[in-house]
C-alpha cells in the first residue's frame, strides 16, 4: 500500500478503538445499574459516531488532495471531474447571471490556466457542509472521479446517523437510542471505512485521477 493509505488506515485504527469504547463504558454503566445516565449517555454518543464518521472521510480526503497536489499534475491530463473541482473558486462567478463579453473574458482566461497551469486544489474546497448524509458523500464522490454508488448498501444506516444527530444537536430530547443503535452505527462505520481503504488504494494504484487513454 501506498504512504497515504497507510495513513487512512491509521486513522481508520485509532477512530474504531474510540468507538468501541464508548460501547465498554455504556456496559460498565448498567453493571453499576446506572440506568438513568446510560440513556443521557446513549444519546450523546450519536453526535460522537457523527463526529467520527465525518472525521475519517474529510481527513482521507484532504491527504488525497495533498497527495494529488505533490504529484504535480498537468491540468491537461487531469480527470475532467477532478479538474472541475480544482477549479470550483475560479467557476462560481458563472452561477449568475452574466454578460456575454464577461463570459468570454472567463472562458479566455480560463483556457490559459488550463493550458499553462499544474493541477492545484485548494483544501477549502473540499467541504462536507456539516451534514455528510449519503447525497454529499456521493457529491465528494464525484469530484474525484470515483464510482459515486460505492457505499450504496448504507445509504439508509448513514442518512439515519445523520438525522438523528441534528435531531439530537438541535435540542430535541424525545430522541430515545438504544444500545444497539450505536452498536449497529459503529458496525457500520467499521465497515465503510475498510470500503473506502480498499477505493483508495484502487484509485491510487489505477491512477483513476487521470484522464482515460483514448
Not at 78 to 86: D, R, Y
Not at 130 to 135: A, F, G, Q, T, V
Request: proline share 1%; glycine share 2%; charged share 25%.
Amino acid at each position: 500500500m501506498s504512504l497515504i493509505v497507510d495513513e487512512i488506515v491509521a486513522s481508520r485504527t485509532w477512530r474504531l478503538r474510540e468507538l468501541e469504547q464508548l460501547k465498554k463504558v455504556y456496559i460498565i454503566d448498567i453493571k453499576n445499574k446506572k440506568i438513568s445516565f446510560s440513556e443521557q449517555y446513549l444519546r450523546m454518543c450519536i453526535p460522537y459516531v457523527y463526529a467520527h464518521w465525518e472525521g475519517f472521510i474529510v481527513e482521507s480526503f484532504k491527504l488525497l488532495i495533498d497527495y494529488l497536489n505533490n504529484l504535480t499534475l498537468k491540468n491537461t491530463e487531469t480527470a475532467n471531474q477532478l479538474l472541475t473541482f480544482s477549479h470550483l473558486k475560479t467557476l462560481r462567478p458563472l452561477s449568475g447571471k452574466q454578460s456575454f463579453d464577461s463570459c468570454e473574458a472567463f472562458v479566455e482566461n480560463f483556457s490559459l490556466s488550463l493550458k499553462t497551469e499544474k493541477l492545484f486544489i485548494d483544501r477549502s474546497n473540499f467541504s462536507t457542509k456539516s451534514n455528510l448524509n449519503y447525497s454529499q458523500l456521493q457529491e465528494i464522490f464525484s469530484w474525484f472521479n470515483w464510482n459515486k454508488d460505492c457505499c450504496s448498501e448504507y445509504k439508509l444506516g448513514i442518512n439515519k446517523l445523520v438525522n438523528q444527530r441534528n435531531q439530537i444537536a438541535h435540542g430535541e430530547n424525545g430522541i430515545v437510542i438504544g444500545y444497539k443503535t450505536v452498536a449497529d452505527y459503529v458496525i457500520m462505520l467499521q465497515e465503510i471505512y475498510d470500503l473506502v481503504i480498499v477505493n483508495f488504494d484502487e484509485y491510487i494504484n489505477k491512477f483513476m485521477y487521470l484522464k482515460p487513454l483514448e
